[in-house]
């Protein structure tokens, strides 16, 4: 534990995803998958190195890479007791450089930055614990839980002598929930299907697979043309059955008000949640169409900043399903903060996957939830995106339409040495015939 | 007009503000006032060049210079004509590469990047009108100042008819606040005496100076040690007298819980304005302040990430005073957006300033408001803080306590070469023997 941190060495990787038009959305129409990826290194060539990352869609990671370099360089020279004895006053230490809090503060490319360097320290402290990320949060004490959290904006929505209830309420069932988890798994949904630029044949060739293969849940991209949209959700909808969920995901594309217009051409396909209706940032404007398309679901997260926001999403009633996201946030810390906000509010947490390795992280993410803070798996289930898991070492396991639990220490965050090597930008083999991504012809539309 | 862009320009200026500790306030202990300086240049020599930056506080300040790289790859072979033929299409084309929006979307880092382009191509647009920005903004129509914004997210608080009216009403009186301007110039506040690492006789001076000077109304920092407020408070207000304002600020530190508490302790000392009392991300914790300090006025801004969340403040009646900053919102587009927002919701805009070059910046928006928007100077002073104007061609000129309406072409941003030469980081001569700026000794406390 007196070995120090000698290196945060931070890599540029991007997939060149939007050659075949996965994950695109209304939004984002060609993403190239990438990350910011960190590896943290001591001194002590016998200790275990922590892996961390950020997740981006292509131009601009260099931004996220140099932002995690910065802030990774506050963890120099410390020793490893320091690192993990102490991680909640790690995460103020980390976010508490003036200079770069005025970046954000607490948002955006410096808080991307945060969250690749946190994951990465959380991984190393899993790691030295022997232990999967979610069984090694599982058995801190509920105080050392609400130590981990930065309170210092979130006391008016939860304090933590609340959440230290909270947390006492479930301590007596964790062993059991454990027991479960290792069993049985965790659920989740998939959005393999839907992705916006896949033609009807194939969206109605994916959804039959999903369905064949025991999804019961299946999420489709909406927002970019309102007939393409009703005819999408009658074919997914007609595939599904009356029984099975059927989720929809503007990313972001629409107003307040157009959101609920847009909402009602499609509500007769029976929707579970409406995903991002509107622009992340807008708490009000979230409650206003949660209130108005009831009792279909407001979901969002994946681009909500920082718990700050969370918090007023689940004060203000504006959602109905948490999307946490594991990158976006400033990594672990803030995630477990997202936890207790959520549980104190009663909203369910279904955790934003895909891109790059975020199912990987997230499925630790819910696993701790369900074990240690909100203790149910009613209205929960993990995204799941089927690509790019055969680029990371300790990749997810599927069992039907669940998520096995993750049993190798640490956050499963690390990446597979030749895939890095493949997709480094700019000089990896995958890139080196281009120099650049595709190029830069989309416009903001509408 | 058919001339094209060859270049966007961007350099990294620090200036080495935290050896005097001019700029100290309780987040931010030890700023070196930094920017992204934006030069955009076409191909034909007799063209002016657009100048415009973004204000940083040091460390990560390359981010903000790599953003504005980016983003200035966007306006690289558009004609002069496409640039300033539709300046709200150029900002929804700025703004609109879906993978640089991911690192935002319009917030943090990205986003400062933009507002040095999107401020540079105004500059740019005024110098070929032979204008002030303020004047140009004021010779717009009402219809092609709505044409300025993006209204996507907007519509649910104000819709482009309400904007089109409330600037209509105000289009008579135009040209007598023009003569108004000129003649009498624009009111001010000063923030120079009140830093938090002036001591207590430094304090009283400068207060008894600005007093002298003909201020009417000063800020203190306030909110990292409740006594010592007390004490700075009582000092500003026995020089102050009974009559003019005192306003403090808290630059983010306190919860909504604290910071009305925190406020009772000091409300004896009759405060105007009680700013930033907390995340500047918290529109409902903004409301509970204002509803709890009335009829002390709840000001926030400078870190308000864009017109998103300043319309959420209006909604929720959160703000007493808008403090619009010139380079956190995506530039002029943005800051217009905002002004028609305040105007109609009856809020005043006080613009943030001080930093590098904001007072430069944000006169223009403040009269451009007065000609255009508002139509009102009620309750309304421009920030005023005394260091760093020397590094511009074009610095503001004050009277006493008021700006003096700026007479030269375009947006007063450009800095004198020989300042740029200096303070480039981290070659210029300033930083040379230092290699880097102030260690990052400091945390984040609390």
Chains 1, 2 share one sequence.
Not at 2 to 13: E, F, L, N, R, S
Not at 71 to 89: H, I, K, S
Request: hydrophobic content about 45%; some cysteine; charged content about 25%.
């Amino acid at each position: 534990m007196t070995a120090k941190v000698v290196a945060v060495d931070v890599t540029d990787v991007r997939f060149p995803t939007s050659r075949e038009l996965d994950g695109s959305d209304a939004m984002n129409e060609a993403p190239d998958y990438s990350a910011a990826y960190v590896v943290l290194r001591t001194d002590d060539a016998a200790l275990p190195e922590g892996h961390g990352f950020t997740f981006t869609i292509g131009r601009g990671t260099e931004l996220a890479v140099r932002a995690a370099q910065l802030v990774g360089e506050r963890l120099r020279g410390m020793t490893v007791a320091e690192l993990v004895g102490d991680l909640g006053g790690l995460w103020r230490h980390l976010t508490g450089d003036s200079q770069l809090r005025w970046l954000g503060p607490d948002k955006g490319v410096i808080h991307l930055g945060t969250a690749a360097v946190v994951n990465a320290v959380w991984d190393l402290a899993a790691k030295l614990a022997g232990q999967p990320l979610w069984r090694y949060l599982a058995g801190f004490s509920p105080q050392q839980l609400v130590d981990v959290v930065d309170w210092r904006y979130l006391r008016d929505a939860l304090t933590p002598e609340a959440a230290l209830e909270l947390l006492a309420r479930q301590e007596p069932g964790r062993t059991s929930r454990i027991e479960h988890l290792l069993r049985h798994g965790y659920p989740a949904y998939t959005t393999s299907a839907g992705w916006l630029g896949y033609d009807d044949a194939k969206l109605r060739r994916l959804c039959q697979e999903a369905v064949d293969a025991g999804w019961d849940a299946i999420k489709l991209k909406v927002g970019a043309d309102l007939e393409a949209d009703r005819r999408r959700c009658a074919i997914a909808r007609s595939v599904l059955g009356p029984e099975r969920r059927l989720m929809i995901d503007a990313n972001q594309v629409l107003g307040v008000e157009e959101a609920v217009a847009w909402f009602r051409e499609l509500a007769e396909f029976d929707v579970y949640w409406f995903e991002e209706p509107t622009s992340p940032d807008d708490v009000l404007g979230h409650a206003a169409i949660a209130a108005r398309i009831s009792p279909t679901l407001v979901a969002t997260g994946e681009h909500t900043q920082n718990a700050v926001v969370f918090k007023q999403l689940f004060q203000a009633k504006a959602l109905g399903v948490c999307q946490l996201d594991a990158c976006r946030v400033g990594g672990v810390n803030e995630a477990v903060a997202v936890l207790l906000l959520a549980a104190a509010h009663g909203v369910p947490v279904c955790p934003h996957a895909g891109g790059v390795g975020l199912c990987e992280l997230v499925q630790h993410l819910a696993m701790f939830d369900f074990v240690a803070v909100s203790g149910s798996m009613e209205g929960r289930m993990i995204e799941y995106v089927d690509h790019l898991h055969e680029h990371f070492v300790d990749p997810v396991r599927m069992r039907g339409s669940r998520y096995l639990a993750p049993t190798a220490p640490g956050y499963s965050a690390r990446m597979r040495p030749e895939s890095l090597a493949a997709h480094r930008f700019p000089d990896g083999p995958i890139w080196a015939d281009t120099a650049q991504p595709a190029a830069t012809t989309e416009g903001r539309g509408r």
